[in-house]
């Protein structure tokens, strides 16, 4: 396995590959990301990860500075897993135009544009989780469709990448850029990895306390309830947001949505939608976590 940190040698590297799977992360791997790997291993012989902590993603006071940066115990991980590159480029090397602000708890806290071009993304990046994280899905789209340009489209034929469904909206977008790009990449979606307790794994699960940790399978139940209920023939799905919210809150959540939504659209569910998703973001301390359960109804 190489670990390559420019765009140059990263191109020349990859230069006669006739198809390659890609799987962008942003580091600290569990076993989600490794689910990725072997999934991704699946559709080309050679596998790019990159392990890149995105800053244009995170907003003022986000966990920008103290996300985990564990570069060497990933890269052991993803040897085992079999991946080919791991792709870890330093911020300048993606932002050539940014100035980035090191954390010092304040407000400016984050990234300066300057003179960097940006994907402005589609209404709904302005919802769910991008209500509470304006710009957010912004920054992912324009870091994938960057990692994009440098891993794929220099000779090679066949393109896969790789993403993870706990992160439904993401994919979701990730897919309307593809396609509404016109980019020849095929985007296959890794079901969630979760823990015995139903618990998502995530890379923010780390920030748990051993009593929160316990906890956290809460959000996930939560979720399940309401699949449950609509399956047996509930329609209110506005009713069945507050009640769960509710719980939740009960429970000692700070809630930032529960919400039902068509999987196709990403839109909130009409009583006419059978292909739903239940998706719920809320926090347990300082850590905020992310869920969604897909179903047909
Ligand atoms: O899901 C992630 O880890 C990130 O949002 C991604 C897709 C690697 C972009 O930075």
Known sequence: MQIIKTVTELRSVLKSQASIAFVPTMGNLHEGHIHLVTLAKQHAECVVVSIFVN?????????????????????????????????APAVAEIYPQCTVTE??????DGIKLNQTMTIAPPPIANELCGASRPGH?????TVVLKLF?????????QHFAIFGQKDFQQLFMIKELVKQFNLP???????????????AMSSRNGYLTTEQHQQASQLNSALQDIVNVIKKGDCDF???????????????WLVDYISIRSTR??????????????LGAAK??????????????
């Open 55 to 87: 800053p244009l993603q995170f907003g003022a006071n986000e966990d920008l500075a103290s996300y985990p940066r564990t570069l060497e115990a990933d890269c052991e991980k993803l040897k085992a897993a079999g991946a080919s590159i791991v792709f």
């Open 103 to 108: 954390s010092n708890g304040t407000e400016s």
């Open 137 to 141: 899905f912004s920054g992912v789209a």
């Open 149 to 157: 340009n440098m891993v794929f489209f220099n000779g090679s034929k």
């Open 185 to 199: 990449i095929t985007i296959i979606a890794g079901e969630t990895v979760r823990e015995a307790s139903g618990l």
């Open 238 to 252: 506005n009713l069945l947001e507050q009640e769960i919210t509710a719980t939740l809150k009960s429970q000692g």
């Open 265 to 278: 659209t990403l839109s909130p569910a009409t009583s006419s939608d059978r292909h739903l998703v239940v």
């Open 284 to 297: 347990l301390g300082n850590t905020r976590l992310i869920d969604n359960v897909e179903f047909l109804r």
